[in-house]
């Protein structure tokens, strides 16, 4: 079907940083059923079709998983264990006892398990794509039709797909994938996770994306969520000296973070699921928040004080000499746990997640806390700990207590709700150094689902009410002399990060392409230069107006990144 023009700018939701221009190349639509439907064989036998579909599929990404490392090989052993779900072959076994062919009951049972994902929003919604995948390879086995694929165009090129599979986007090669943008997705799914890793620019839940005609020109703003289509001979130059100028600090931009007048600020890895060896091997200073989810999702029960000794063991000695600071499981809303049942909700999000399990599930949180305080001893490593979602001076004092009295000798919280912003000042007393999550702080400010594409210019992290919150929270640690970290990806853009410093972070975590960006910005300007930028930001009606003042009165070999 032949596309639209579209509008020569396309606005979506920033997802990984970066610029590139080039081509556009369209992935293939998946695998359709044929409009006649045959008649269906006996039950079980198609029930045993479907099952062999679904196994190879699950076989196929443990192969390409055992050949990759990292967050590549976590995810798509995350997304085999979704083709193995036995509620998913129960939902097929219905579909082919009702008279389904095996592909129709593969289809029509994924299609009813994603819908259910995605009525469930959050970080189940975001699976919905990869259970999406697991249907149309399943589907094209079933009818001996040729596998959902990347297109190779020949040429360097931007991708342009509806949704980008986990099982796709491990094998992008950033020598030929210039940037990507989809049309559906958020800025925690899967492929966004593994575009960071492999440094490409990302525009996702661009809503436009479907108009983008193969072979047309277009310039992608990932820190912007901004698509250009076929853009002026100036534009294109602009964007492509960006690329370029970002390609040799990855090279050439090593070293602790300092501002020009000698201000360290550490940068630091955001690190879940994956080789902590791999991790370790960036050039950062540490790890500023180790996500512990990986240890508990897709379990039935909880791992043991043992289990997690020996993993968090391995990790601490990946990082030795360098400061980990470990986040306590982070359970419910978007990442519900078998395990841990909170009851039914009818928004998970501003229900129990987070250290408010801790009121159900005591236990938990006490085998957690002694295992790490376990792995630390073991190792010598230099580790902290904070409890995320912690709304009141009174919760952080409790986690506190309940830490130390489990051996953890440095304790934290996470500053994600604007009630604990609000009383920094009395919260930060209780603890050793705060986190700022921005995702979820952006979220509660502006009280817009962070996984929701329709609305992603609240969730800009540049709002100024957002900033205002922030800098409630660095006065705070100011005044108290208590260490105030980001851990949130706002603290990847290069020029925010400049903010982020102005508003009193005192040092930033991020994923590891993002760090070279980072540290070549503050290198340029001073403390006072980064205070001045940050009352600019403060001082603006909206995001976009902050973004272009801060631009404007940065130093023009970081305003160009």
Known sequence: MAHTRPPSHLNGIPAAPGAAVGPV??????????????????????????????????????????????????????????????????????????GDPAAWAVHNACETYRELLLAAGGYLAERAADLADIRDRAVAALLDLPMPGLPDPGVPHVLVAEDLAPADTVRLDPATVLGIVTRYGGPTSHTVILARGLGLPAVVGCADADSLEDGATVAIDGDEGL?????????????????????????????????????????????????????AAHDSEGVGLLRTEFLFLERTEPPTREEQTVAYARLFTAFAGRPLTVRTLDAGSDKPLAFVPVGEEDNPALGVRGYRTARLHRDLLVDQLAAIAAATEETGADVRVMAPMVSTPGEAEEFADLARAQGVTRVGVMIEVPGAALLADRLLAKVDFVSIGTNDLAQYTMATDRTLGSLPDLLDPWQPSLLSLIGTVGSAGEHLRTPVGVCGEAAA?????????????????????????????????????????????????????????????????????
């Open 227 to 279: 698509v250009i289509v076929e853009p002026d001979e100036d534009t294109g130059r602009r964007i492509r000296r960006r690329a370029e100028l970002r390609r040799s600090l990855l090279s050439s931009s090593t070293g602790p973070g300092a501002t020009a007048d000698g201000v360290p600020i550490p940068l630091l890895l955001n690190v879940g699921e994956g080789d902590p060896e791999t991790a």
């Open 493 to 561: 853009d290069p020029l925010l990060a400049l903010v982020l410093v102005g508003l009193g972070a005192t040092s930033l975590s991020m994923s590891a392409p993002a760090l070279p960006g980072v540290r070549h910005a503050l290198a340029n300007h001073t403390r006072s230069e980064c205070l001045r930028l940050a009352q600019l930001a403060l001082a603006a009606h909206s995001a976009e107006r902050a973004r272009a003042a801060v631009r404007a009165a940065a130093r023009p070999e970081v305003a160009a990144l």
């Open 25 to 98: 190349a369209r992935m293939a639509p998946p695998p359709r059923l044929p409009d006649h439907r045959p008649a269906a064989g006996d039950p079980d036998t198609e029930a045993a079709a479907a099952r062999r579909s679904l196994d190879g599929v699950a076989a196929r990404l443990d192969a390409q998983a055992a050949e990759l490392g990292g967050d590549a090989a976590a995810v798509l052993g995350a997304q085999a264990l979704m083709a193995r779900d036995p509620e998913l072959g129960r939902r097929i076994g219905e579909r082919t006892a009702a």
